[in-house]
Nanobody
Framework: VQLVESGGGLVQPGGSLRLRCAAS????????MSWYRQAPGKERESVAR????????YYADSVKGRFTISRDSAKNTVDLQMNSLKPEDTAVYYC?????????WGQGTQVTVSS
């Protein structure tokens, strides 16, 4: 099982980034996919989630209206489009796959929002 995140980096406030998680080694289309983040000194928090069928999404209040999660079951990828980024969005962003008792995590990608 592998979840590999990419797309992180340094961006100015108000800018955009698109994160991608490439999945392999499990039945991707059967799993709920999520993005979490963890800022220094803080607990990991859920940012966005998309159902296995891609027909239902959830967003944390702090990112609602700015972030969009999507998935492509043909490519086994899940994206997080992040717009209007704020300094408080700075964190390591992790991809997660969940189904019943199975729970997989990527290694994370750093997002830094700073001028």
């Amino acid at each position: 099982v592998q979840l590999v995140e990419s797309g992180g980096g340094l961006v100015q406030p108000g800018g955009s980034l698109r994160l991608r998680c490439a999945a392999s080694g499990f039945a991707f289309s059967s799993y709920v996919m999520s993005w979490y983040r963890q800022a220094p000194g803080k607990e990991r928090e859920s940012v966005a989630r998309i159902s296995s069928a891609g027909d239902s999404t959830y967003y944390a209040d702090s990112v609602k209206g700015r972030f969009t999660i999507s998935r492509d079951s043909a490519k086994n990828t899940v994206d997080l489009q992040m717009n209007s980024l704020k300094p408080e969005d700075t964190a390591v962003y992790y991809c997660n796959a969940h189904r019943m008792i199975s729970d997989y995590w990527g290694q994370g990608t750093q997002v830094t929002v700073s001028s």
